[in-house]
């Protein structure tokens, strides 16, 4: 399997996702032979068949929180995982309204496929998970689910950050450091705020003090549409210096590609074998 980051949708608010004018099926992350689905939308599984990706081959699925164009399709992914549960497999690692609910969300995660995989994790910030030898840190997001978080994974090869949705904090810049790559969810262009959604003016402040080696603008609502991706992309780069790509629908790209080339990443929280949580 070899390393790759494969986007089954870039759809952001209702109207996008709603319409489908993009797709919601969320990210794709292969790394060291183990394979990560982000978020897996509205049209999941019709996207993965679409870009030749096998949920069957699925190691994790993580939830950044309870949206439905973050998460409607979670149980259907673990049915695909499993093969309807007769092969019980994989870890679901989920921020906890998915999976609790809370006072305004019953949880989303069904009985029977909570038993699909071998373990559900919640998923909380500042937790750091490892699997095998991909080490995943839970990052902070501020968003109108209170328990939504990012997720940064480090590998011996690439270190990639995904914000989620959340509004510009400074706090969330510092656990973006050090990411080689940095997957911004960006629902509005310039000049345009949301309360709890990032902007294109907020990404270029963010990537700005990162300095990843690439910067991936995804997850875009109406106003970007109709701003065009592509051009925000290329101003956000023009004012940052750093190489800026807006994602499209079945989007592929090799991560190894954007590492430094004599960089061995070293986890040293993690022995490497099975899955390991460190609160």
Known sequence: MTDSIIFL?????EFTVSKQMIGSGGIIVKAEGYQFHIDPGPGALTRAAMYDVNLRENTAVLVSHAHLNHCNDVNAVLSAMSHNGLDVKGVLIANNTFINGDEKTKPYLTDFHNKCVERVIVANS????GIENVEIHILKA???????VGFKFITPKFTLSYSSDTRYVAELVEEYKDSDILILNIVEPFDKKQEFN??????VNIISRVKPKLAIITHFGKNMIEADPMYIAREIQKRTSVQVIAAKDGLSISPVSYAPS??????????????DVEE
């Open 142 to 148: 501020k968003h109108t689910d209170p328990k939504t």
């Open 9 to 13: 949708g870039t759809g952001g608010d």
């Open 198 to 203: 990032l902007s294109a003016d907020d990404a």
């Open 126 to 129: 500042a937790q750091k998970i």
């Open 262 to 275: 004599v960089r061995q990443k070293k986890l040293d929280n993690f022995e490497g074998h099975g899955v």
